[in-house]
């Protein structure tokens, strides 16, 4: 994928495709900015800011900024206009997001975009959540332990889609494990970890 201005990516999921793209990108000029606090993904004025100071900095070679957001506050995105109609020399700003929608008007006049979006399909997960054995959970886990980090996530995924269609019902803090368990995997949590404390939350749901 070569990337000659500045462009917008709207994508499924934000982490997939920064996996996909960053091997494609010169690693000593490239900088990610996006919100590292835990369950956020809201693109700040500090995110911004930040953005902003990064592409002041002189460089010979051409820079990619990836200005990453599931949701970009209009604030911070009022305060890139200037800078992304008149980048500094040999600056590219990527901005990557999940939702055409977050994004200002003025914001997508001034960048290229590329929707990327595609319909999911959940691969069925195998065992039955509903019948779920202790055993059944070992043995899984046992074959699973090398799973990688993509795999972990298409897996969460499909975990969480089987049990919607069995109609098995979480609490609020169930629901959180679930969405805290890609953003555990992606700050090196082992994924067979991350995996294990779902599996086994919904054993000890099933047995109460």
């Known amino acids: 994928m070569q990337i ?14 920064l996996d996909d ?3 494609k990108l010169p690693k000593h000029y490239t900088r990610i900015i996006r919100n590292e606090e835990k369950s956020k993904d809201e693109f700040l004025i500090a995110h ?3 953005a902003i100071k990064e592409a002041y900095l002189a460089t010979n070679e051409t820079k990619y900024i990836l200005l990453c957001g599931q949701s970009f506050r209009k604030e911070a995105q009022n305060s890139l206009l200037k800078i992304l109609e008149e980048s500094p ?9 999940t939702s055409k929608t977050s994004l200002l008007p ?4 001034r960048m290229s975009y590329k929707y990327l979006k595609t319909k999911k399909i959940f691969a069925d ?3 039955d959540l509903n019948k779920i054995t202790i055993k059944e959970v070992y043995d899984f886990l046992k074959q699973n332990q ?11 995924e499909s975990i969480f889609y089987k049990a919607m269609k069995q109609k098995i019902k979480f609490s609020d803090k169930e629901l959180e494990t679930f969405s805290n368990a890609s953003k555990l995997i992606e700050l090196n949590s082992r994924p067979i970890n991350v995996i294990s404390v779902i599996l086994l939350t919904i054993l000890h749901k099933r047995n109460k």
């Open 89 to 97: 020399k040999n600056i590219l700003f990527v901005m990557i997001t």
């Open 48 to 50: 911004a800011q930040a």
């Open 125 to 127: 997960f195998e065992l």
């Open 21 to 23: 793209l960053l091997p």
């Open 4 to 17: 000659n201005n500045n462009i917008i990516f709207i994508c499924n999921d934000i982490d997939v495709f």
């Open 146 to 156: 090398r799973i990688s980090k993509l795999e972990a996530k298409a897996l969460i």
């Open 106 to 109: 003025t914001i997508m006049s």
